[in-house]
């Protein structure tokens, strides 16, 4: 998303292996009946830590890890967890830029309620419901 010719995409990408979580892995599963391998359900998707070494999509108002970069079917996935990034935003609900921003539980982020943390809205796409992200 390239804002004011602007494009801050992939600067710092730093991509880190985590086992997925029984629910994204699921969601990939249940994916495969509309899409040949499913792997869209997960891939560019905000994300949270939901165990030892794990992620998932966890409950509105997680902490975001990052971003899904890739999804492997051995039960791994490739994060994205510093730099810039696009997630999807969610309508009636995008952040501010310069807003803290957190999981919403389905794989897009929202604007952080009282809260700091390490992930920070950067430009706001109204439009198309895109946030860039500065993630840790």
């Given at each position: 998303?390239?804002r004011g010719g602007?494009?801050f995409?992939g600067?710092?990408y ?5 086992k997925?979580n ?5 969601a990939v ?7 040949n391998?499913?792997r869209?359900?997960v891939?560019d998707k905000?994300v ?17 890890l990052?971003?899904?970069q ?7 996935v490739?994060v994205q967890?510093t ?21 919403n539980g389905?794989?897009?982020?929202i604007?952080?309620?009282g809260?700091v ?6 430009s706001?796409d ?11």
């Open positions: 998303m390239a602007l494009d995409e600067i710092r730093s991509g880190v292996t985590y997925a029984s629910a994204l892995v699921s599963l249940a994916a495969r009946g509309w899409e391998d499913g869209s359900a891939l905000a949270t830590i939901t165990g030892n070494g794990e992620v998932g999509f966890g409950s509105a108002g997680d902490v975001l990052g971003r899904i890739q999804y492997e079917f051995d039960g791994y490739t967890d730099g810039y990034t696009e997630l999807p935003g969610v309508s009636g609900n995008l952040p501010n830029p310069g807003d803290f921003v957190v999981v389905s794989g897009a982020v604007a952080s309620v809260a943390g390490p992930a920070r809205a950067v706001v109204s439009e198309n419901f895109k946030v860039m992200v500065l993630l840790g």
